[in-house]
């Protein structure tokens, strides 16, 4: 029988400057019950101690890059407790079986990714229904003018599956400049005809890097007020600009989302702490955002989910620097690393 509490001692929940003082960290039935100095241990709760060290809410990675449960384990070890997995379609069964094997551990998404195009990959519409009538988590979709050579159709299939099975929505989108802005347009098109903000996502998003300040700028307005989310991978993504225009960012594509974290702060000249610290928040609260977490969300404060991280850094951005080994992890109050 799993325990119910947990009492994590001595840790600095998102610490900006070293001074900032440890505290206990009181978890029940996978929430933060309370967080103060010198807790009392509850009878029968585990403890373990975190010796000080930086507490965050635990990695979100958004666009997870695997091949295995060892792969998946490999993540949880490095801090990230919520992974969306993009599986070509025949892989799909493999990875529901590898998603079910660490369940406990972590939450797994597995997103359908039709890699060669659901209109040009043979029985691309048969295996992908297949792929959601299977057990599949979300739909995806890659370039659809790039590699199908038709956004309308390509989209007309993704969210009618999409409404079908009840799922949300992923896709892959690298087509440049205009092109690109027009499938994002197409696609927050689709997302308000049918309901669906806050379950579409659009990872990678080329577009948004290289066009033009005022077309972007009308793009990010329509991506949040149609609450479609976007997901980083190895792009110089506008963190800063989406955030303001109220879009809901996550990143992914690492093994580690710190290092994915510190590498897009860099790709974009992001110096100051604040700055690093929203591209550490993405990799992790964002992120889960993105992927639908609602409440109680990931976050530090009590009522809030139990999934953290512990870290042996003086500071949040001296943990995105050093990306040292984890402590702890914890998901849904139960360390699993």
């Not at 060290?53 to 792969?71: K, Y």
């Not at 998003?205 to 700028?217: F, K, N």
Request: hydrophobic fraction near 45%.
């Amino acid at each position: 029988m799993v325990n119910s509490e947990l009492l994590i001692r001595s840790v600095r929940p998102w610490p900006s400057t070293a001074d900032t003082p440890p505290l206990d960290v009181h978890c029940r039935d996978g929430e933060i019950l309370a967080m103060a100095p010198n807790l009392t241990c509850p009878p029968g709760a585990e403890q373990v101690d975190g010796r000080g060290g930086v507490l965050l809410p635990a990695f979100t990675d958004a666009h997870a890059r695997l091949d295995s449960v060892e792969d998946l384990r490999a993540a949880v070890s490095a801090g990230a407790t919520l992974i969306r997995w993009h599986v070509p379609l025949d892989r799909v069964r493999a990875a529901l079986s590898a998603r079910d094997e660490v369940s406990g551990l972590a939450e797994v998404q597995v997103v359908a990714s039709p890699v060669n195009g659901v209109l040009r990959e043979e029985d691309g519409l048969d295996r992908l229904d297949a792929a959601l009538a299977a057990g599949a988590d979300v739909v995806g979709g890659v370039n659809p003018a790039g590699v199908d050579r038709d956004p309308v159709r390509h989209l007309d299939i993704v969210f009618g599956l999409a409404e079908k099975y009840q799922r949300g929505v992923d896709l892959v989108l690298t087509d440049p400049g205009e092109l690109g802005l027009f499938e994002l347009e197409l696609v927050c098109e689709r997302t308000a005809a049918l309901g669906l903000g806050g379950r579409v996502a659009v990872s990678r998003c080329t577009a948004l890097s290289i066009v033009d300040e005022v077309p972007r700028g009308r793009l990010l307005d329509q991506l949040a007020e149609n609450e479609v989310g976007v997901i980083g991978v190895d792009e110089s993504l506008p963190l800063r600009e989406l955030r303001q225009a109220g879009v809901r960012v996550g990143l992914g594509g690492g093994a580690d989302l710190l290092e994915r974290a510190w590498r897009l702060a860099d790709r974009v000249g992001y110096t100051t702490d604040n700055l690093v610290e929203m591209c550490v928040d993405a990799a992790s609260r964002g992120g889960a955002a993105v992927l639908g977490e609602r409440d109680p969300g990931r976050g530090l404060v009590e009522g809030d989910r139990a999934d953290l991280v512990v870290l042996p850094s003086s500071t949040v951005v001296a943990a995105a620097t050093e990306r040292p080994v984890r402590t702890l992890v914890v998901h849904r109050g139960r360390v699993v690393a």
